[in-house]
C-alpha cells in the first residue's frame, strides 16, 4: 500500500512537472512575441496615430486620454503644447513640450503614456538646429522618448547634417508640407522635396501631408506617386470643398486611393491623423477616420516588398567596387 501511494505520488510531481515546463515554455513564446513588437523587431505594418494638434484645445495629458478614447494606440506630439495644468516651471505656469524637458518631466510624460497604453512615435511639425551640438539635444530627445520620427521643415542646407544625425540615432526626418503660400515657401512642392532631400541617405524623406497638397490644388495620389521610395510617414487627411477637415472617404482627397498606391510601393511607415475641424470635440470625426482605415487596411492586402539592389542599405545603391566587379562580369560574357 505504502509503495503504491509512493508511486502514485511520484506520477503526480512528474506531471505537474510537465504542466509547469509547458507553462514556462508558452510563458517564453509570449514574450518572444513582445520583444518581436518592440524597437528592433517586427513593425505593425500601418501604424495608426493621431496628432495631438488635433486636440490643441487640452494639455498633452488629455490628449494621450483622448488618444486612448479613440481606440488609438500612437501619439504624434507637437512642440509648446503644454504638457499639464499640474506641472508648473520655475515662473508658475504651466510648462510647455519641448526638447529640453527635465527627466522628472520626461519620466511624467512616459508613466502618462504607459498608463493609457500609448507610444509616443513622432513629433512635429517641428524646427530643427543647424548646428551639430544644438541638433543633438532633439534626437537625444528623440531617442529617450522612443520618437522615430521629426516632421520639420529645415533649410536646405542643413540636410547633410540632419542627416548624419538621424543615421546616428537611427531617428527618421520627414520633411512635411503645408499649402502653397509665397514665392519663397517651397515645399509644397514633391518635386522640391525629392531635390532636396537627393543625395541624403533613406533616413531622411518625406512627411507629406495629402489635406495640404489638395488645398494646394494637387492630386494627393499623383504626389504620392512622385514620392514613391522616399516617404517616412504620411499625415492622412481629407477635405471637403470648403477645404474643411472631413471624416476620411467623405470628401475629396481619394483616401481608398491613396492608400491603394502607398501598399503598391511597399510603403510600411506611419499614418497619422491630424483633423483640425471641430477642435472643441474632434473625437467623433476621429473615430470615423479610424473606422474607415481600420476597414480599409483590412481589405488592402499588403504586396510582396521588393528587396533594394546589393550595396548601400540606406540608399539601395550599388557601392563602386560591386560596379566595377558586375562590369567585369558582364565583358566576360
Not at 513564446?29 to 493621431?50: F, H, I
Not at 512627411?207 to 497638397?213: F, L, R
Request: aromatic share 8%.
Amino acid at each position: 500500500m505504502f509503495k503504491k501511494s509512493v508511486l502514485v505520488a511520484l506520477c503526480a510531481v512528474i506531471l505537474m512537472s510537465g504542466f509547469a515546463f509547458g507553462a514556462d515554455a508558452d510563458a517564453k513564446k509570449t514574450q518572444q512575441k513582445v520583444v518581436k513588437g518592440q524597437k528592433g523587431g517586427n513593425r505593425e505594418r500601418w501604424p495608426l496615430a493621431v496628432q495631438a494638434y488635433s486636440f490643441r484645445k487640452f494639455t498633452l495629458f488629455e490628449a494621450i486620454e483622448k488618444t486612448e478614447e479613440c481606440g488609438i494606440k500612437y501619439l504624434e506630439a507637437y512642440p509648446n503644447q503644454v504638457i499639464s495644468k499640474d506641472i508648473l516651471g520655475k515662473d508658475g505656469k504651466p510648462v510647455k513640450l519641448w526638447y529640453n524637458a527635465s527627466d522628472e518631466i520626461k519620466q511624467k510624460i512616459k508613466d502618462k503614456l504607459n498608463k493609457h497604453n500609448v507610444k509616443l512615435i513622432n513629433f512635429g511639425v517641428t524646427w530643427l538646429p543647424d548646428k551639430e551640438d544644438a541638433l543633438r539635444e532633439p534626437f537625444e530627445f528623440a531617442k529617450e522618448m522612443g520618437i522615430r520620427t521629426f516632421l520639420t521643415e529645415p533649410a536646405a542646407d542643413n540636410i547633410k547634417l540632419i542627416d548624419k544625425l538621424a543615421k546616428e540615432y537611427k531617428v527618421k526626418v520627414g520633411i512635411h508640407n503645408h499649402p502653397k503660400r509665397g514665392e519663397n515657401y517651397k515645399y509644397w512642392s514633391p518635386e522640391y522635396v525629392l531635390e532636396v532631400v537627393k543625395g541624403s541617405s533613406r533616413m531622411v524623406g518625406a512627411s507629406p501631408d495629402t489635406g495640404h497638397w489638395a488645398r494646394s490644388g494637387l492630386d494627393p495620389v499623383e504626389q504620392i506617386k512622385k514620392l514613391k521610395g522616399r516617404i517616412v510617414s504620411v499625415h492622412l487627411k481629407d477635405i471637403n470643398e470648403s477645404k474643411k477637415d472631413v471624416p476620411f472617404g467623405t470628401g475629396v482627397c481619394k483616401v481608398r486611393e491613396i492608400l491603394e498606391e502607398l501598399n503598391k510601393q511597399g510603403f510600411r511607415g506611419v499614418f497619422t491623423i491630424e483633423y483640425e475641424s471641430n477642435p472643441e470635440n474632434p473625437i467623433p470625426d476621429i473615430k470615423k477616420c479610424v473606422e474607415y482605415f481600420n476597414k480599409a487596411k483590412a481589405e488592402i492586402k499588403p504586396v510582396k516588398r521588393t528587396k533594394r539592389p546589393a550595396g548601400d542599405k540606406k540608399t539601395g545603391e550599388k557601392s563602386k567596387k560591386q560596379a566595377e566587379k558586375t562590369e567585369k562580369t558582364e565583358k566576360k560574357k
